[in-house]
């Protein structure tokens, strides 16, 4: 079945660093991915997807882009701020949410 | 729009006991899911149902049941905890089953000691 993998953390960054958190899958179709985040006592929400294959999924600076021939979908952010602090999941399903896999998630702290 | 909610917050229970947490929805969606969320695991689907009415086994069903008697309310039931459903559960919700975005609730803390 599908599976995710993602980078362990945690992860500390400076204020307005780069961040890149890597995420591959495996799949027996074509997945739809999806990064979720999970701010400190709130449940998960989605930050962005994407469904097919050199699709970019944007949101809040975030970006990450459908890699089909590195079966990738990195997570990257140009400059972080301390309010990006959070837990981020990678997320992947060939047919439907049903069969959902995340993975274990990594934590971002953001220091000012 | 309250999104979804859970109860309670927080729970410790002793092994044995039944408990029932609850998740109710006004977004009318028409799909459910219950996760539990262990670190270093991420989430796993625990049950889910695509109609009110219907429900299914996810990847940990064993230990746990719902029930989805209406659209808004999917009620998740530990007939007998153990130790090892300690463990933090997140209700969500989907308007479509297709690859679709979820929305989660806020989440509940069970301990079974």
């Known amino acids: 079945g599908d599976s995710v993998t993602q980078m362990e953390g945690p992860v500390t960054l400076s204020e307005e660093a780069f961040l890149t958190i890597n995420c591959t899958y495996t799949a027996t179709g074509y997945p739809s991915l999806f990064w979720y985040v999970q701010y400190p006592g709130e449940g998960l929400q989605l930050l962005l997807k994407a469904t097919k294959a050199d699709d970019k999924g944007s949101n809040k600076g975030f970006e990450a882009t459908y890699r089909k021939e590195t079966t990738s979908f990195h997570l990257e952010k140009g400059s972080v701020q301390v309010s990006d602090s959070a837990v981020y999941f990678c997320?992947?399903?060939?047919?439907?949410?049903?069969?959902?896999?995340f993975g274990a998630g990594t934590r971002l702290t953001v220091k000012p | 729009i309250a999104g979804i909610t859970q109860a309670p917050t927080s729970q410790i229970l002793a092994a044995g006991r039944r408990m029932t947490l609850r998740c109710t929805q006004d977004m009318r969606h028409n799909a459910m899911y219950w996760y539990r969320q262990d670190l270093g695991l991420g989430l796993r689907l625990i049950h889910y149902s695509n109609t009110a009415g219907t429900t299914g086994k996810g990847e940990v069903p064993d230990g746990y049941s719902v029930s989805r008697a209406n659209t808004d309310d999917f009620p998740l039931t530990l007939a007998s905890a153990v130790p090892s459903q300690t463990s933090v559960y997140f209700c969500a919700s989907s308007d479509s089953l297709v690859a679709d975005t979820q929305y989660f609730g806020p989440g509940t803390r069970l301990t079974v000691l």
């Open positions: 997320a992947s399903t060939s047919y439907n949410n049903n069969d959902m896999r």
